[in-house]
């Protein structure tokens, strides 16, 4: 399997600009989760879907991120506008029904300048 | 809610065994576990331990639970370069055994 795969890798944009980061998480797993990495804050969970349907968005930091799950193989994490203390390392995962363990992509790195 | 504590950083001399330390507040922690960060990448599953398990060996990696006093720990024997990077501790709930909650994470470094 080609594990969780997310794009872009890396993103420079300006301040007031839109950002789409992408997900594809693991054929078969029923769970996507957004963490976003922060020297400050450490690792934080974002929003996670079980069956394409959001079940915790209680740590969206504010109304400009939404996320979006149309399908099994594919996720959104959507910043509109984007602001300097949004950049991040912004990670997807997955996991099954009653798997050991999730599993991470290799994170977007996200600059606003 | 539930919250997860380690220390920001350690530092080991190669060859020596390193002991990653991490508390946790919620009792009803089923899972815990250790992931391992590297430098530009995502986070890689080591290990992870059963709540009603005290202790488990993998390898160079022990990890032990205090169950009673919430703490867990992650010791490597024989402590290489390669094993520089960011250690983070995680739990899950029973109440939610899909959902992690990560600790800061333990930046490791290895000297020669």
């Known amino acids: 399997d080609a594990g969780v795969i997310q794009s872009p890798r890396h993103e420079v944009t300006e301040m007031g600009q839109e950002v789409t980061l992408r997900c594809k998480p693991i054929s078969g797993h029923d769970y996507l989760f957004w963490y976003r990495q922060t020297m400050m804050r450490g690792l934080e969970l974002l929003i996670y879907f079980n069956n394409n349907v959001p079940i915790d968005d209680s740590g969206m930091p504010e109304d400009r991120f939404s996320a979006k799950m149309p399908n099994a193989s594919f996720s959104t994490l959507k910043i509109q506008p984007s602001e300097p203390r949004d950049s991040a390392v912004y990670f997807c995962a997955s996991t099954r029904v009653g798997g050991d363990t999730i599993y991470f992509g290799e994170g977007s790195w996200l600059t606003v300048v | ?112």
């Open chain 2, 1 to 112: 809610g539930e919250d997860v504590e380690q220390s920001l950083f350690l530092s080991v001399r190669e060859g020596d065994s390193s002991v990653i330390n991490c508390t946790y507040t919620d009792s009803s922690s089923t899972y815990l576990y250790w992931y391992k960060q590297e430098p530009g990448a995502g986070l890689q599953l080591l290990t992870y331990i059963f709540s009603n398990m005290d202790m488990k060996q993998d390898q160079r990696l022990t990890v032990l639970l205090n169950k009673k006093d919430k703490h867990l720990s992650l010791r490597i024997a024989d402590t290489q370069t390669g094993d520089s990077a960011i250690y983070f501790c995680a739990e899950s709930s029973i109440y939610n055994t899909d959902k992690l909650i990560f600790g800061t994470g333990t930046r490791l470094q290895v000297f020669p």
